[in-house]
Structures are given as structure tokens and as C-alpha cells.
């Protein structure tokens, strides 16, 4: 048996650090690495039973919690595809994410068991199994761990070159496309963490953004269990309870959005939480906002800014916290094992100060989506850069600004929101001849989607409409915040929507 990938990770954490603690989470006794290892086993072992091998999708819809981890790892010790499911996705886009990724196996939290109710069964997928203890004529994952027994030996031959999971982002297409993401990506990704955040064995990480996100998940978790440092696991993220736990726990680092790091600071208990421990602060999503620095460097800590994207597992440049003023609007320079070019449209590489597309290369950088063999040839150029769709520029010391998108995703609250997707279901409302959607900047969210129609006359449409009828057919932070009826669409030529001129009017 030959396992290079993450598979092999929380054995050898059991053999090099048994009694360090792993996990805390909630009420829950801490977990040690050697308990986490045995949990992983077990879990190992359930997937077996249900003949699930190399290559094998195995879905998770649910919370943060250690089991999520678990099953990851399980899957990942059996060779299988680990799918981690956005808990805040509809029932039809659960059951398409299913359905693409072949999962044989749907493991998800009680709270979801009405989605997926209707979305396993479209999706036709084999084994779906509750957290938790479940009943005796349908056992939960708990039951069946502790039936499965230890030890586990079985772990499957995998190289770094065989996928480890399929991550979903939306694409420009309005379905979602699953990245391809190899034990090698999440391996290189979490040492560019471990190298660029001096991520050490005796930090203390406090997990607030879901790990069904790749941010979350390839910079924050993997390498805190490649160093053998602790989690604390929290289910969601609440401001206050999140400022008890960095002072309860003594925690060293800590990830978010600036919406995240913004509703902290207006917290009534920012003043008074003991902060002292924290050395880490990581921030992605957008730019943070001067009013977010100046809050948090008045207590004396300072953020690594990034940049990223789904396809390079997340990371792909940091900003090191030193720099934040000297660079102000930078993301920062390449991460250590990753590089950053910029080319013009005939894919030329561009002198310092131009601007042009943003591209990736490195081990950390996905080799496809799955099942779109024509989506991961345009997104790659001849010689093997991926192509981010971001405009950008860099600087004389290397620096990396954001100038813009090519493409026009939304970032909201860290959320990505394609437009192309909202726009198709908009143009299906009773009444809407023509949508476009753009996004406006928001204090809170840093974007909110906007959608910008046109109506046939006679027809009474708002907002209230627009989002009652999408409301259950996509997720909640997908819904326009507000619709603004127009005469007409500007358009090209060519009739294309000018999202330029819309944003110019709607977007200040």
C-alpha cells in the first residue's frame, strides 16, 4: 500500500502526536488525534461495507462539526472523492450537485433531511445515512461506526495526482461545475499555508467559516492537522459567542470575510474580550475595509489579506500582515509554491504596472472540472496557467492589485454569485422580458445582487415577486436584494447587456 494523499494524514498525526488535542467542538468531550484517527477508521470501514472504493463520490451535507472531518478522511483512507454539499444550496441544486458527482453515498445533518428527501432520490443516489445515532431500522452514522469496529487496515494505493474531491462553484454557464481538486492541490495548498502564516503545532484555530467552503477547508483546516495543532469547531458563526471562544480557548488563529471580522468589532463585547492570544488573522472574500483595519489595529492586531479561487485550492497569493498599510488594496504577493502572471488577450505576459487577466500555476492548481473536458480546455492556456477571469496588475516588487473581472461574479459575504444563473431564472418570473444583474457595493456584504428588468407592459413586478418566485429554487444569498425596472437594457451591437453602463447608473 502505497498512500501518499490526505488519506495517510491523521494516521501518521496518531503515531507522531496521540494525546495532542485535535477538536473541540461545543459541549463535546475534546477529541484527541489518536480518537480523531479512530473515527476516521470506523468511518473507513462503513464505506466499505457499502462497497464504496477508489474513485467513489462520497457526499456531505451539514454544519461544521468534527464528523465532517472524519468523513472527509475516511473517504480519503478508502481512495474515494470527497463532495462537500453548501449547506445553504436548495433542494433542485443539492440534487444536481448529487447527480453530477455520481456520489454513491449521502452523509448529511438531521436539519436537512426535508431537502434531501426530495434530492437524493432525483439524484438516484445509493446510500443515505443521518448524523447521528438514527433509529434502529435506519442506523445513523454514529450507530454505524461504533458496529464497525477497529482497526482499520484496508487504506487504499493513492498518489497525489488522484482526485480527492470535487469542490462546486457556480459558473458563468448558470449550472454549477465541480473542480477537481487531488490529493496533491489540498497537500500544497495547506504547506503554502504552513510556510506563508507560520501555521505551528501549538496554534489554536478557531473554525467559523464553513468548511464546505475550500477556503475553510484547504487554508484553515488541513493545515492545522498537518501540523498537528487544535480546532475549535464551531457550527456557525455568531459574533459574540465567536469573541467568548477566542478568549475562553486562548485562540491563535482565526479566518473570515471582512463581513465577518466587521460585525465582531461592532460586537458590545469587542471591548472588553482579552484578544491578546491572537497572531493570525487571514481575511479573503474583498479588500477590508479601513474603517476594519483601524478597529482592529487600535487592539493592536493587523491582517494577511488573499486572493484565490475554488480551482487553485483556494490559495493563490497573501498579503503578510506587515504589509497591509504599506500595500493598502494589494492581495499580496504569490504563495510560496504558487505563481501569478498577467497577459494581455492574445496571452502574452505583460510588463510590470499593466493590467490583464490574472493567472495561476502551481501544485496547488486543479487539473479539470469534472466531467467538462471543453470547460477545462478554455480554462487553461497552452503552456498550463489557469486563467482566473480576473483583471489585475502587478507591481514593481510583485505585488498583486485587483483591477476588475472579467467574469461578473458577486462576491457577497464570501459567497460567489454568478449572475447568468440569477438572470435565467428572473427572465422564467411571469411578466420579466429581460434581466441583467450586477453587483452593488454594501456596507455590510461588501456586494448585494441587484437585478436590473425589463417588463411587459401592463405587468405590476417588484422585488417581493422576483424573490418569492425564486425563493426554494435557489439559496437564500443568491436572491436579488433589489429589482429596478427599466425601459430597456443597454446593449452592444451585438445585443449584449453593457453591465458597464449598469453599474455606472445603479452600482455608486
Not at 483546516?221 to 469573541?243: D, H, N, S
Not at 456584504?445 to 425563493?471: F, H, Q, Y
Not at 429589482?483 to 453602463?501: F, H, M, Q
Request: hydrophobic fraction near 45%; glycine fraction near 10%.
Amino acid at each position: 500500500m502505497q498512500q501518499h494523499g490526505i488519506g495517510a494524514w491523521v494516521a501518521k498525526r496518531r503515531l507522531k502526536s496521540p494525546d495532542q488535542i485535535a477538536i473541540i467542538h461545543g459541549d463535546r468531550s475534546p477529541m484527541t488525534y489518536g480518537q480523531f484517527a479512530e473515527a476516521a477508521d470506523r468511518i473507513s470501514a462503513v464505506l466499505r461495507e457499502r462497497g464504496v472504493g477508489k474513485g467513489d463520490p462520497v457526499a456531505y451535507l451539514g454544519e461544521n462539526s468534527p464528523e465532517f472531518l472524519q468523513v472527509m478522511f475516511g473517504a480519503a483512507q478508502v481512495g474515494a472523492v470527497f463532495v462537500p454539499v453548501n449547506t445553504r444550496l436548495a433542494a433542485p441544486e443539492i440534487a444536481y450537485v448529487l447527480a453530477d458527482s455520481g456520489a454513491r453515498v449521502l452523509i448529511h445533518d438531521p436539519d436537512f433531511a426535508v431537502s434531501v428527501a426530495s434530492a437524493a432520490p432525483a439524484a438516484r443516489t445509493p446510500y443515505v445515512i443521518v448524523n447521528g445515532e438514527g433509529t434502529a431500522d435506519r442506523p445513523g452514522l454514529a450507530r454505524l461506526a461504533r458496529a464497525a469496529g477497529t482497526p482499520f487496515t484496508d487504506q487504499a494505493d493513492t498518489a497525489h495526482e488522484d482526485p480527492a474531491a470535487i469542490v462546486y462553484t457556480s459558473g458563468t454557464t448558470g449550472r454549477a461545475k465541480g473542480a477537481v481538486l487531488t490529493h496533491g492541490n489540498l497537500t500544497w495548498v495547506a504547506l503554502n499555508c504552513v510556510v506563508d502564516y507560520d501555521v505551528v503545532s501549538t496554534d489554536v484555530a478557531l473554525m467559523i467559516s464553513p468548511l464546505f467552503h475550500v477556503a475553510s477547508l484547504g487554508m484553515g483546516a488541513l493545515p492545522v492537522i498537518l501540523k498537528g495543532a487544535t480546532m475549535v469547531i464551531e457550527k456557525g458563526f455568531e459574533p459574540g459567542r465567536a469573541l467568548a471562544q477566542i478568549e475562553r480557548h486562548g485562540i491563535t488563529m482565526l479566518s473570515g470575510v471582512p463581513t465577518t471580522y466587521q460585525l465582531m468589532a461592532d460586537h458590545p463585547a469587542w471591548a472588553s474580550t482579552d484578544l491578546s492570544t491572537l497572531t493570525k488573522l487571514t481575511c479573503g472574500g474583498s479588500a477590508v475595509p479601513t474603517r476594519i483595519l483601524d478597529a482592529y489595529e487600535a487592539r493592536g492586531l493587523s491582517f494577511s489579506q488573499g486572493y484565490g479561487m475554488t480551482e487553485a485550492a483556494p490559495g493563490a497569493t497573501a498579503l503578510p500582515a506587515a504589509m497591509t498599510r504599506v500595500k493598502q488594496g494589494s492581495v499580496g504577493l504569490p504563495h510560496f509554491f504558487t505563481d501569478v502572471r498577467i497577459t494581455d488577450a492574445a496571452g502574452a505576459v505583460l510588463p510590470t504596472g499593466a493590467v490583464g487577466e490574472i493567472e495561476v500555476a502551481g501544485p496547488n492548481v486543479f487539473p479539470g472540472y469534472h466531467g467538462l473536458p471543453e470547460a477545462t480546455a478554455e480554462a487553461f492556456t497552452a503552456d498550463g496557467w489557469f486563467r482566473s477571469g480576473d483583471l489585475g496588475h502587478l507591481d514593481a516588487d510583485g505585488y498583486l492589485y485587483i483591477s476588475g473581472r472579467l467574469k461578473d461574479m458577486i462576491i457577497s459575504g464570501g459567497e460567489n454569485i454568478y449572475p447568468l444563473e440569477l438572470e435565467q431564472l428572473i427572465t422564467e418570473v411571469d411578466g420579466v422580458t429581460s434581466a441583467a444583474v450586477i453587483g452593488v457595493p454594501d456596507e455590510r456584504w461588501g456586494e448585494v445582487p441587484w437585478a436590473i428588468v425589463t417588463v411587459r407592459e401592463g405587468v405590476s413586478v417588484d422585488t417581493a415577486t422576483v424573490r418569492a418566485c425564486l425563493d426554494g429554487r435557489i439559496a437564500r444569498y443568491k436572491l436579488p436584494k433589489n429589482v429596478v425596472i427599466v425601459d430597456e437594457l443597454p446593449r452592444t451591437a451585438s445585443g449584449k447587456v453593457r453591465k458597464a453602463d449598469l453599474r455606472t447608473r445603479f452600482g455608486a
